[in-house]
């Protein structure tokens, strides 16, 4: 009963804290109203004596702290509206970085970090608020410095503990960490140099399983870790606590130390390993908990783990109301419940079919995953199917190279040591990141989802249905339940596999030349005659274009074009890697992009860089690069300098494919007397975006307008008056966002369309 009324009591504080930072207007109010509550059970309980004493001191604690968390929220207020006087404008802010740095898909260094000056350039004032930083990489960035940012301010929304996000154009550390955040800097990096001199696979990831620091783990491995089920591991959770914890007491034991003398030291070196780590939601939480339980150790008083958990969950919702917004904070606390209270009933389950020791290495995932899974589904597009496999493959690798990782971390004054410790703490790395690699790699490994309360919903009732058929109450109605839920999600997945895997050619008509992909907010569009296949671009996301290229039975590209270097672009490169034939790139190849093209050139591709004028054949079609001028540095490489084509004969409608130019080089490419209108298919420059030139349109007269855009876009594509003027020429406007995969062909009448998720007209002329 204790453990469950700790529960309910950490489930209203967790509501009492999102409903506050989301709704900052009931946040004083309802404090308020939570003490006089209080104040009233009190004396209602006092009178009459029959009352019962738990349920009223329950609810007087829940109360009590919904009046902490509203009071919280609404001291943090005035400052947070000295932020949002920044919004939009440029900026200058001295702040003290509260977190560790990590590398975002951007190339910006982020980090989170708490204010001290903020205001327009020269004018700063004392502003004591969280902030968001993202800066060019710059070394000294660590937990407890101070750094000088030059940059622009955009307000975030009430819910996000950063109440601004900095974009800076310039920073400098004007003071660096000191005391022990600059040892703990200092003992981070030489153990992050010491563990890059290790091969592949493994040296980037040694450093994340040890201290958290993720910086150096490739974007590819980033992701097979989240395909997999495996970016757990690079969060330092309550596993690396209890480590730390069980380690320092088992060396005060050896040494004859008493318990008082243990639970003290194990305090001691649990802060210094969150220093070290840098106190992220999911390590507060679990030393929070770690710390608590040493509590009751040295009181003589063992609590259960799941009220230990939720008065540490209270505790820091208190204490950080935001973090009852944060998917990570919630996946950490849920994590642990579930290994307290479904990994046991899941082990019984198991142990009917399997042996013992297997058993009880697959219910700790299971219960993870099954807990975890609707969190998930809140945010997240993939549902990872491999996850439990991978996790087992993975599991008993992960405490040695954490152990040992730290180890070597801590040995930096003995370099030969250190070294040693590293090296061997490299091997178990190796094993997790191969795992993760080979997991996501698995056709199937992941199930997109559409991310929000729905997909959560259907998340939660598979994840029911997989925990009753395990562990197999007595009720008749839930296993019949979970039996029926099984059954058709089982049904449901496999035809889904089949409909996009080997069937997935047999519900595409094949009498099509031209064929726009839904990969998303990018560009991808197929062009086929006489057998013979062409890409324009690859979309951002390899497994999307994969999709795309089951769906229409293309198995070789004879020519891609990469019309410039964008991830909207080219991020789906890996899809076609080593089928490729010919690759025409646009100009600005650099770093990754460079890599990319190498990487397609040892696959067997030839490789030619596009300019107006160069030409070449397709089947029975034609293709003529129009865009951009050979030589030209009238613009950057990048949106205005990328390829625009024109392709047309062998059944491909003459159709022409304008890349991301903008108004200027639209202009431009009209001006030269190059576009030969009209044109039956026009690729819409940059996704629909308002910074087009209406001329280009009028003098191209499409009959179709193909738009490539994905849902939900920040960015507004397609644009209502760029949709205005395509109408205004005549255009059948078609978008990828709503129409899904669209297939184009030749009839006689004109051209055929077929539109995956919209009934396409007969015919268009």
């Known amino acids: 009963m204790r453990d469950l009324r700790s529960a309910v009591l950490a489930a209203v504080v967790w509501a009492a804290a999102l409903t506050a930072v989301c709704l900052p207007a009931v946040a004083l109010p309802g404090a308020a109203l939570g003490a006089t509550g209080a104040v009233v059970l009190l004396i209602v309980v006092r009178l009459r004596r029959g009352a019962p004493a738990a349920g009223a001191g329950l609810a007087v604690l829940a109360l009590l702290c919904i009046t902490g968390a509203g009071v919280n929220v609404s001291a943090a207020q005035p400052q947070r509206a000295l932020l949002a006087e920044s919004d939009g404008r440029a900026v200058e802010a001295v702040v003290q970085v509260a977190s560790s740095a990590s590398i975002g898909d951007d190339g910006r260094l982020w980090f989170d970090a708490v204010t001290a000056e903020l205001g327009p350039p020269g004018r700063l004032v004392a502003v004591a608020a969280p902030v968001r930083v993202g800066i060019a990489p710059i070394a000294g960035a660590d937990l407890g410095a101070t750094v000088r940012i030059m940059g622009q301010g955009k307000v975030t929304d009430p819910f996000e503990r950063a109440g601004l996000v900095v974009f800076g154009s310039s920073a400098e550390v004007v003071r660096p960490a000191s005391g022990v955040f600059a040892i703990a800097a200092d003992t981070r990096a030489g153990f992050v140099a010491r563990a890059s001199i290790l091969p592949e696979p493994g040296a980037g990831l040694l450093p994340g399983l040890a201290v958290g620091d993720t910086r150096a783990v490739s974007d590819e491995l980033n992701d097979a870790m989240l395909a997999s089920g495996l970016s757990h591991l690079t969060a330092v959770s309550g596993a690396n606590c209890a480590i730390v914890v069980a380690a320092v007491f088992w060396m005060i034991s050896l040494l004859g130390g008493g318990r008082s003398m243990r639970v003290v030291v194990a305090l001691v070196a649990l802060a210094a390993f969150v220093v070290l780590v840098t106190p992220e939601p999911s390590v507060v939480r679990a030393s929070v908990m770690a710390a608590l339980a040493m509590l009751t150790v040295l009181l003589g008083r063992p609590s259960a783990g799941l009220a230990m958990l939720s008065v540490a969950v209270c505790g820091i919702l208190l204490a950080d109301p935001w973090l009852a917004a944060s998917p990570g904070f919630a996946l950490s606390a849920a994590a642990t419940a579930a290994l307290l209270v479904l990994s046991r009933p899941l082990l019984s389950g198991l142990g009917r079919w399997m042996p013992q020791p297997l058993a009880l290495a697959i219910s700790v995932p299971l219960a993870a995953q099954v807990v975890c899974g609707p969190i998930i589904a809140l945010f997240s597009e993939q549902q990872s199917l491999v996850g439990v496999v991978a996790n087992l493959l993975a599991a008993p690798a992960a405490p040695v190279a954490t152990v040992i990782g730290l180890l070597a971390c801590l040995a930096a004054p003995v370099p030969w040591l250190a070294d040693l410790l590293a090296a061997t703490a490299w091997l178990p790395s190796a094993w997790i990141a191969t795992t993760a690699t080979v997991s996501a790699a698995v056709p199937g490994a992941t199930f997109a989802v559409v991310a929000g309360p729905v997909a959560a919903l259907l998340v939660t009732a598979l994840s029911a249905a997989v925990a009753v058929a395990l562990v197999r109450p ?42 726009a992909c839904d990969v998303g907010q990018g560009d991808a569009f197929l062009i086929r005659s006489a057998d013979r296949t062409a890409l324009i671009d690859t979309g951002p996301d390899p497994d999307a274009l994969q999709d795309c290229l089951q769906q229409t039975a293309t198995d070789r590209i004879d020519l891609l074009v990469l019309t410039h270097f964008d991830l909207d672009h080219a991020g789906g490169v890996a899809a076609v890697q080593g089928r490729v034939g010919t690759v025409l790139h646009g100009p600005g190849a650099e770093g990754q992009d460079v890599r990319a093209l190498t990487s397609l050139r040892a696959g067997g591709a030839t490789l030619m860089e596009g300019a107006a004028g160069v030409h070449g054949s397709l089947g029975g079609a034609r293709w003529r690069v129009l865009w951009p001028e050979p030589g030209s540095k009238a613009f950057p490489a990048g949106n205005d300098a990328s390829i625009v084509i024109e392709i047309a004969g062998g059944g491909v409608p003459r159709t022409l494919l304008l890349g991301d130019l903008s108004a200027a080089p639209q202009r431009m490419l009209l001006s030269g007397g190059r576009l030969r209108g009209p044109y039956a298919v026009v690729k819409v420059a940059h996704h629909g975006s308002r910074d087009q030139e209406p001329g280009l349109y009028q003098a191209t007269r499409p009959t179709v307008a193909l738009i490539g855009v994905g849902e939900d876009n920040d960015y507004g594509h397609p644009r209502t008056e760029t949709v205005a003027l395509l109408d205004a020429v005549g255009a059948r406007v078609l978008r990828t966002d709503e129409n899904g995969l669209t297939l184009l062909g030749g009839g006689a009448d004109g051209i055929e369309v077929r539109t995956q998720r919209a009934p396409p007209d007969a015919a268009d002329d």
């Open 474 to 515: 007595h009720s008749r109605i839930l296993h019949a339940g979970a039996a029926l839920v099984l059954a058709v999600s089982v049904g449901l997945g496999g035809a889904r596999m089949l409909l996009t895997g080997p069937l997935a050619a047999l519900s595409t008509p094949e009498d099509w030349s031209i064929a």
